[in-house]
């Protein structure tokens, strides 16, 4: 049986709260929902998943139709419907808790009372500390040596939303390989070999299987619902990374790192590769890729110490082209840019672009890790801004702006996922664990 623990920070106390086995074995239920008005009929029901319920309402006329889920007085999840006959999936909502549903029109409305269930999710375990977190819930991958696959919690620890993709992984190489919202649900990689694509009530949208290289590290989509997947393959004695875009089960068009560098000597120590590409010198280690919303994506090269901005939109004349090429320490590959300020990055993950065209990437570092803010210039690179981690993470991570304008930030090697408001101060922070585990690898915020 899986144990939730979540412990409540209070800034008037000198200690905190804590809650043991917050969520015990509880059964999803509903209650008969009360209409008025225009709304003819109204109902809600338990599915198999109990963080589920598929509920249904009828109107005399055509109407839009706003749905509330309450905890107590506070709303959880807003949905809207129109037509009339409604039907629509309640999902998103904290494990083991009884709430409160409302449907309402310009001219009648319907309500009703539902519990959720306990999330069965074998050996996971999750710790949280503090208040402040500035999303409605964090995305971790489930990687416990039972079950692989997406698991979303709230603030206090809850899960939200979960769904078992593959079977379990005690293996950086096995298990869950990258994951990310597409428009229409959630996508991610599985074993090196599949990719999944699933709506929020689990209905499966789209599999990709047949891959001849393996998948690794992470995987996107874009707003049109396009993959763009991470892949190594070995080459002259290299292992090199890259990516193959896929529209709906179709690639569409691949770009490998061999068209734009030439590896040569050594590179690091990273034996990630050693049994997949025996004797093969792991040269890029690619660990991620990032859409920037202008046709271009950033990749991160561990190895290489080195970010690539490259042109990935599939249409584009200019596809596979470098942008730029930003370095943080010792690499083979040239800089574009000169460090005016800020100490570089080493062995780095998960770099992204934020909405004010700003760096963000988890600086693995030699000895200590940090979230990490760059600003570009034209031909120059500052530290805008960083957060330490008292711990060195020399495995996995990730660094993701949240609402307020903090950071969240991921320590794959203690599976620590940690909220930092905009002064740099530690407000929240979970811990995630399944025992013998592959790597947490990152803690994605979740805005529903």
Not at 286 to 295: A, I, K, M
Request: hydrophobic share 40%.
């Amino acid at each position: 049986m899986r144990t939730l623990r979540f412990f409540l920070w209070m800034p008037a106390l000198a200690g905190c709260v804590a809650t043991e086995d917050a969520a015990p074995g509880q059964d999803a239920s509903v209650s008969d929902a009360e209409v008025s008005g225009a709304v003819v009929d109204a109902a809600c029901e338990t599915t198999e998943n109990p963080l589920r319920f598929d509920c249904s309402l009828t109107t005399e006329a055509p109407a839009e139709v706003a749905w509330t889920v309450y905890e107590g007085s506070t709303p959880v999840r807003t949905f809207t419907s129109e037509g009339t006959h409604h039907a629509q999936l309640l999902w998103g909502l904290p494990e083991a808790t009884d709430l409160t549903w409302e449907a309402s029109t310009s001219a009648g409305a319907a309500s009703g009372g539902l519990s959720t269930g306990s999330a069965d999710l074998g050996a996971l375990s999750i710790a949280t500390f503090g208040v402040g977190l500035a999303t409605d819930a964090v995305m971790v991958p489930l990687q416990c040596d039972d079950a692989t696959g997406l698991v979303a919690f709230d603030e206090a620890g809850r899960v939200t939303w979960y769904e078992v993709l593959g079977g379990g992984s005690v293996d950086a190489r096995g298990g869950l390989q990258g994951f990310d919202r597409t428009p229409d649900g959630f996508v991610a990689g599985i074993d090196g070999a599949e990719v999944v694509e699933v709506a929020p009530d689990g209905t499966v949208l789209r599999t990709i299987t047949g891959l001849s290289d393996p998948l690794h590290h992470d995987l996107a989509a874009d707003e049109d619902g396009r993959l763009y997947l991470l892949e190594a393959f070995e080459e002259d004695g290299y292992v090199l990374d890259g990516v193959r875009v896929f529209e709906g089960e179709e690639e569409v068009a691949s770009f490998a790192l061999s068209t734009v560098v030439t590896p040569s000597g050594g590179a690091g120590e990273d034996r990630y590769w050693a049994q997949t590409f025996p004797g093969a010198t792991d040269w890029s280690h690619t660990n991620s890729v990032e859409l920037v919303g202008d046709g271009t994506a950033l990749l991160s090269l561990k190895a290489q110490n080195a970010l690539l901005m490259v042109v990935l939109d599939p249409d584009a004349g200019d596809f596979g082209e470098v942008v730029w090429t930003l370095t943080g320490a010792d690499s083979q590959l040239a800089s574009d840019f000169d460090w005016s300020d800020g100490g570089g990055f080493y062995g780095q993950h998960h770099a992204s672009v934020d909405d004010e065209g700003q760096l963000l990437l988890f600086d693995n570092g030699a000895s200590r890790s940090r979230g990490l803010v760059l600003g570009l210039g034209e031909d120059s690179v500052s530290e805008v801004h960083s957060v330490a981690l008292g711990e060195h993470c020399p495995t996995q991570g990730a660094a993701y702006p949240l609402d307020d304008g903090g950071l969240l930030v991921t320590c794959a090697t203690s599976g620590t996922v940690v909220a930092f408001d905009t002064a740099g101060t530690e407000v929240w922070s979970a811990t995630v664990d399944c025992g013998t585990q592959a790597p947490l690898a990152r803690g994605m915020p979740m805005t529903w």
